[in-house]
Structure formats: C-alpha cells, structure tokens
C-alpha cells in the first residue's frame, strides 16, 4: 500500500469521519480538520485528488477557525450545509481509493490472510478473525487495519 492510500485508509475507519453527520459538533470538527490536516502535509503526492482533498479540509478549518469556543450555539445553517457536503465528498473520495487499492495486489505487503472456512478468515498478525466473501486481491484486518493478500483472490 502506498503512502496515500494507507494514510486516506487510516482517515476513513477514524471515528471522526464516521461521525453521524447529524450530531457532528466542534469537537467532532476539530477532530476532522487534525486528521485531515495531517494526512494531507504527509501526502507527497501532487494529483488532483489530493487537491481535492486540500479542497474539503480548507472549508472545514476555515469554518472551525471562525467558530472559536466563544460560540456555544453551534454552525450556522450555511456552515451546517458546507461541513455535511465536505464530509459526504471526503468520504466518497476515501472509499473509491479503497476501493481501488483492494482491487490489486500489494508487492509491499508479505503477510496472507488464513481462511477458516467458506465465510471467515483470520488475520495472521492480530489473529482476529472476521467474517468475509471478498474475492479482492487485498482484504484489510478490521482490528488491526494491516493490509493482507487474500487467499480467495484469483
Ligand atoms: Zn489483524
């Protein structure tokens, strides 16, 4: 897995980005932007979906910037609608790069994931074991999030 796709990976199973949009508060934003804010000055990568990336963060930390803690009340309606497309976009772009990335096999990663039976296969580095059917090349450890090859794939 390369770099991006690792720290985007990471990004999405945070809690912060799962966060029901409907009970996103300053807290939940300010954890948002941190995260956000970090992957992005670890990213070396210059494409434009970085770019795009750099795009949503920017309307997040400028809406959490103006919002010091002396506003109890909560987002405006237009901050509301900002912060709820800038996360569904985040998401959307965190997904199709995870996506992306099971679909091929990882040079980088030697570790196989052992299958139990038909439905169930377990992490060799955690030895956790989770139900799965996916054919991808890579599937990821839901307790550990190291990336595996998949002994089903192929
Ligand atoms: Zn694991």
């Not at 210059?46 to 809406?63: M, P």
């Not at 096999?105 to 074991?129: E, G, N, Q, R, Y």
């Not at 307790?143 to 794939?153: E, I, Q, S, V």
């Amino acid at each position: 897995m390369n770099k991006l796709d690792r720290a985007i990976f990471h990004l999405m199973l945070s809690r912060s980005v799962c966060t029901d949009l409907a009970s996103l508060d300053m807290h939940s934003l300010f954890c948002l932007t941190n995260e956000l804010g970090g992957l992005l000055s670890s990213l070396e990568e210059d494409s434009s979906r970085v770019a795009r990336l750099r795009g949503y963060w920017l309307n997040l930390e400028t809406i959490y910037a103006v919002n010091d803690d002396a506003n109890v009340d909560g987002f405006s309606r237009n901050e509301k609608e900002i912060i709820e497309e800038s996360v569904v976009e985040i998401r959307k772009l965190i997904s199709h790069v995870l996506e992306q990335y099971l679909q091929e096999s990882d040079k980088a990663v030697t570790s196989i994931a052992t299958v139990l039976d038909d439905k169930w296969l377990m992490c060799p580095d955690c030895i956790d074991a989770w139900e799965s059917v996916s054919k991808t090349a890579m599937v990821i450890c839901p307790k550990c999030d190291n990336a595996l090859h998949n002994p089903r794939y192929g």
